[in-house]
């Protein structure tokens, strides 16, 4: 076994140089081996971190021309694109998800950063000559100042990369708190940032859990809170940070389900269904964790589903495999507690990940693809959100049916259908109560230039992540009216401005 690797802030460009109160040991999952040693940020450290984050805004970025601060966006996105392989294996060194996948998460972090190059046009205000009579209106969007990113560890370099181009663009300084679970991808990154030239100051990173996040919430230099987490924290999270006069969105857990109907192609409805549902074991907020059968298809779907996991390679992200493990010896206990609760409950265990083999050296994480059938609303497989690669399959007597399953359920974050019939998937994308939506595709993350969020316990705020709905969060909107004056403006008149 080898020495665990400090891992630490980075502070102003560079590694901090304090000594840590608290650490906290981070895994390789496909082996069990602990490899780094995090240091986490006391209160005192964050707000440090925060002057300097409000100094770089005040004194540099804020200030610097629209020009200037798209070369460095440009610079970062080529950065970013030359060395997406290197940021993909420290994700899967941390994370467990196997290569593909975690260069699948950069390139989708990539793209928003590609929008985010765009800013130029997409801070352009309106103008209107002579709204009044010699009097122009325009409208303009102005940075916030120091705005905090607090992140999960499923997407380690995608969902931090939602919000720092875009944060950075609008012309924020920002300071972001990783999980700590798999830290090291967000360091790589933000040393890409200062590399393709962004002043020292405009983006650190401070690395801890509660204590920091506490600090960050409550400190009175940041503006603005973008988190993503599980729904209890991220409740958590919206109701201190706007107690504390900050702007939030706080993404939260999910629950998505895949509604069939008897029209589907069965053979592409179970590629689906395991595809969206075992992808990074399980390990996504827009997985697909329960599979909604209208019947009579239930038994011949969960037959070609059942062939298609007897396919499924499950072992070391570095090898040859479709599924690695998961990120840490507790979350797998507890996600394998939840094959005992299912069965306790009366659900039908049909593949028992726990019987599973893995390519893997040591002493992994790992529980391999699981099924449950006849799964009901009232059991905790269902109610719960697993977070793991375990697919409940629910069966309906109607679309009818379904969709009431489905917008019963308190989380909205992903759904999709699938079916041929055109009038039934349009009535499914207006009647249901979910944020995003997929028609025959069972991961429906939005292109960056839309935006991503859910409804009900899947997002606390009002405001979705990239897409204009970040560059709104991140900037403040001001309109200006303006005369330059002239003899018609004469004359006294005490009543209230009107139009003319
Ligand atoms: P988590 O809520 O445990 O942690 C998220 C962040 O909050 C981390 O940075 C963590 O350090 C911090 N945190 C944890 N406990 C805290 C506490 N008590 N007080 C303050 N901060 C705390 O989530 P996770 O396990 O890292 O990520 C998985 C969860 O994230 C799942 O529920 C998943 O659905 C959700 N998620 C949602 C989306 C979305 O877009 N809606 C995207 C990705 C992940």
């Not at 990369?161 to 999980?179: E, H």
């Not at 991961?443 to 859910?454: A, D, K, L, Q, R």
Request: net charge negative; with cysteine; proline share 5%.
């Amino acid at each position: 076994m080898s020495t665990p690797t400090r891992i630490t802030h980075l502070v102003a460009g560079r590694p901090w140089e304090g000594t840590a109160e608290r650490t906290s040991p981070v895994y390789n999952p496909a082996t069990g081996e602990q490899t780094g040693v995090l240091d986490l940020a006391s209160a005192a450290t964050v707000g440090e971190v925060i002057d300097v984050a409000k100094r770089a805004w005040a004194q540099e970025w804020g200030q610097l021309s629209l020009a200037r601060r798209t070369q460095v966006l440009f610079a970062f996105r080529e950065l970013l694109n030359a060395r997406k392989e290197e940021i993909a294996a420290l994700i899967t060194a941390e994370h467990g998800k196997v290569l593909s996948d975690a260069l699948g998460e950069v390139t989708r972090g990539l793209e928003v950063a590609e929008f985010a190059c765009g800013i130029p046009l997409l801070l352009k205000g309106g103008f209107t000559e002579n709204a009044s009579t010699k009097i122009d209106v325009y409208s303009i969007r102005q940075s916030l100042g120091v705005v905090a990113v607090i992140s999960p560890f499923n997407f380690p370099a995608m969902v931090p990369l939602w919000f720092v181009p875009v944060a950075i663009a609008c012309g924020n300084a920002v300071v972001i708190k990783p999980s700590e679970k798999d830290p090291s991808a967000v360091n790589a990154v933000a040393r890409l940032w200062t590399e393709a030239g962004l002043p020292d100051g405009v983006l650190s990173v401070v690395h801890g859990d509660k204590e920091a996040v506490d600090a960050l919430l409550t400190h009175p230099d940041v503006k603005a809170v973008s988190f993503v987490g599980s729904t209890p924290i991220a409740r958590y999270v919206y109701e201190t940070g706007t107690a504390h006069g900050k702007r939030v969105q706080a993404l939260g857990g999910a629950k998505n389900h895949m509604l069939v109907l008897p029209d589907a192609d069965l053979d592409l409805a179970a590629d689906a269904a395991v595809n969206a549902g075992f992808g990074s074991a399980g390990e996504r907020c827009m997985a697909i964790s329960a599979l909604v059968a209208v019947e009579p298809i239930g038994d011949e779907l969960v037959a070609k589903i059942v062939d298609r996991m007897g396919k499924l390679r499950t072992g070391d992200g570095t090898r040859d495999s479709d599924m690695g493990p998961l990120v840490t010896r507790q979350h797998r206990d507890k996600v394998a507690s939840y094959l005992d609760a299912g069965t306790e409950a009366g659900a039908t265990l049909v593949v028992d990940g726990r019987a599973g083999e893995f390519d893997a050296d040591g002493d992994g994480f790992f529980l391999a693809p699981t099924l449950f059938d006849n799964v009901l609303p009232n059991m905790s497989i269902y109610t719960d959100e697993i977070f793991g690669p375990v697919l409940s399959v629910l069966r309906v007597k109607s679309y009818d049916e379904g969709l009431e399953l489905i917008n019963a359920n308190p989380y909205g974050n992903g759904t999709a259908i699938f079916t041929n019939d055109g009038g039934a998937a349009r009535r499914f994308q207006s009647e249901v109560e979910v944020g995003m939506v997929g028609v025959n595709v069972p991961i429906p993350v939005p292109v960056s230039y839309y935006s991503f969020g859910g409804w009900k316990n899947s997002l606390f705020g009002d405001t979705h992540a990239h897409g204009i709905e970040g560059v709104h969060f991140f900037t403040r909107g001001k309109v200006v009216t303006s005369r330059w004056l002239d003899p018609s403006h004469g004359g006294l008149n005490l009543g209230f401005p009107q139009n003319d």
